[in-house]
């Protein structure tokens, strides 16, 4: 069964810093492109940032953009995102979800990137970013 565990979320205060982790559980991510998203109360999910499977693409929302970086180590199967710089409006439950590229056509596989949620088929369940005083 394919599925991505989310870890690393926390209680922090404003300026403080975070690293959520995104690891794969019956599958590699080799061959996957990983999207964050998160999802604020009352508010709709969005995208974060993203990481083609080979690393070589990244993408950031405007609002973590110098705050925020994702990075990926295939041999631990895992996708990190660092949050520095927390601010209360980062206050979300926190998803990765992944999408296997290695249908496309070279060398589009590798640095195939996405912010949109139909984009991805595989997500994890979350897990909790506030950041407050």
């Known amino acids: 069964q394919l599925q991505l565990v989310e870890s690393g979320g926390d209680l922090v205060q404003p300026g403080g810093s975070l690293r959520l982790s995104c690891a794969a559980s019956g599958f590699t991510l080799d061959y996957y492109a990983i999207g964050w998203f998160r999802q604020a109360p009352g508010k709709e999910r969005e995208g974060v940032s993203c990481?083609?499977?080979?690393?070589?693409?990244?993408d950031y929302a405007d609002f973590v953009k110098g705050r925020f970086t994702v990075s990926r180590d295939n041999a631990k199967n895992t996708v990190y995102l660092q949050m520095n710089s927390l601010k209360p409006e980062d206050t979300a439950v926190y998803y990765c979800?992944?999408?296997?590229?290695?249908?496309?056509?070279?060398?589009?596989?590798?640095?195939?990137?996405?912010?949109?949620?139909?984009?991805?088929?595989?997500w994890g369940q979350g897990t909790q970013v506030t950041v407050s005083s």
């Open positions: 990481i083609s499977s080979n690393g070589g693409t990244t």
């Open positions: 979800a992944g999408t296997l590229t290695n249908g496309l056509p070279l060398p589009y596989s590798g640095i195939w990137c996405s912010s949109r949620q139909v984009d991805f088929a595989v």
